[in-house]
């Protein structure tokens, strides 16, 4: 990609959202795939052909890449098989990206989407009080805070679940067990996650080293989002790898100022108010041991208890980021990203 930029032929974002974007998928003689838009936003809807007893469940997926990469297309292998497996209909959301599209864009996108179909549920053969609200990674983020966000919508069908796979759910602490313990473990770097939160957030990547330090941390905001946002809670066979307690450094002004919408729920969604918290539905949360986001996981997990929200969590012991997108990918195919998806189908099952 860097070299395509250099020789002015595309750039580094296009090549590889090209690249992510695989091979073109044929028909599938058990669904019926069909492109349309809800509202603005392209979707992409998968309903499975064998006839059903009643109107089935409804599944809105959000796919993952950093809020910059990914689209229904890079994302079809893993929707056709939740919705053939589960016997679901899936709604693919094809949300707007950055760096041109930046906060709050691709969020109304998802939103739209959602409500959109809450409301014609019926058209698609689906139960509305059977939706369930899904994603991986940064789509797993935009999951959460579509879940938040609903929990105050009057008028609405409430949504029965959310699925949250390896989410990012706040870019406040990058000193986390697990961030100190996989930050070069690949697919996702410590310093990538913050690259994809600042071109999220603003576009402005200047303030990444200070964003990776903590500078942007006013000391009242760290007392008061201790209780949720500390390794503290998290469990201690998570810090056996290597967990050394972050040396405090001073908050700076400027960056704060420039960095402080990272502290609303939009983008953190870790920190939302327990009024909001325990209105969410049933969860379903998968973390992989090798990956940076992992304690995010761990931490909304413990908050989703504490306000009795009941949570389903698999934990990919040997998984690293973005391993379930490898459940199928020829000899690139990792065995715990299909058990991880098949741990995800049997949730959807039981509800």
Not at 170 to 196: C, G, T, W
Not at 265 to 289: G, M, W
Not at 300 to 314: H, I
Request: proline share 5%; glycine share 8%; hydrophobic share 40%.
């Amino acid at each position: 990609g860097k070299i395509l930029e250099n020789l002015h032929i595309c750039s580094q974002v296009q090549f590889v959202r090209y690249w992510r974007n695989g091979r073109k998928q044929g028909p599938d003689a058990k669904l019926f795939i069909k492109d349309m838009k809800f509202k603005h936003v392209l979707v992409r809807i998968y309903q499975p052909k064998a006839p059903s007893a009643g109107r089935r469940k409804g599944i809105v997926f959000f796919h993952g890449g950093g809020w910059m990469f990914g689209s229904i297309r890079s994302y079809e292998k893993m929707c056709r098989y939740i919705s053939k497996e589960s016997e679901s209909v899936v709604v693919s959301v094809e949300y707007r990206l950055c760096p041109e599209h930046k906060y709050p864009a691709p969020l109304n996108d998802c939103l739209a989407a959602t409500t959109h179909f809450l409301q014609t549920a019926d058209d698609y053969g689906v139960d509305s009080t059977r939706v369930i609200v899904a994603g991986d990674s940064a789509g797993a983020s935009l999951a959460s805070v579509v879940c938040q966000t609903l929990v105050g919508r009057q008028g609405l069908a409430k949504v029965c679940a959310q699925i949250l796979i390896y989410p990012g759910l706040q870019a406040i602490d990058f000193h986390l067990p697990s961030y100190q313990q996989n930050q070069a473990v690949p697919i996702l770097y410590r310093e990538k996650a913050a690259f994809f939160f600042l071109h999220y957030l603003n576009g402005d990547t200047s303030l990444l080293e200070e964003l990776l330090q903590g500078c942007h941390i006013p000391a009242d905001l760290k007392l008061r989002y201790r209780k949720w946002l500390s390794a503290d809670n998290i469990p201690k066979e998570f810090k056996a790898r290597g967990y050394k307690p972050p040396v405090p450094v001073a908050c700076d002004d400027e960056v704060y100022e420039e960095l402080k919408n990272v502290f609303v729920p939009e983008i953190s969604p870790l920190i939302a108010e327990d009024s909001v918290v325990r209105k969410l539905p049933q969860t379903c949360i998968v973390t992989c041991e090798y990956d940076i986001l992992r304690d995010d996981g761990l931490l909304y997990k413990k908050r989703l208890e504490d306000n009795g929200v009941p949570v389903t969590w698999y934990h990919i012991i040997n998984g690293f980021h973005g391993i379930v997108n490898f459940f199928d990918n020829g000899w690139f195919t990792f065995p715990s990203g299909k058990q991880g998806l098949d741990n995800v189908v049997r949730f959807i099952q039981s509800l």
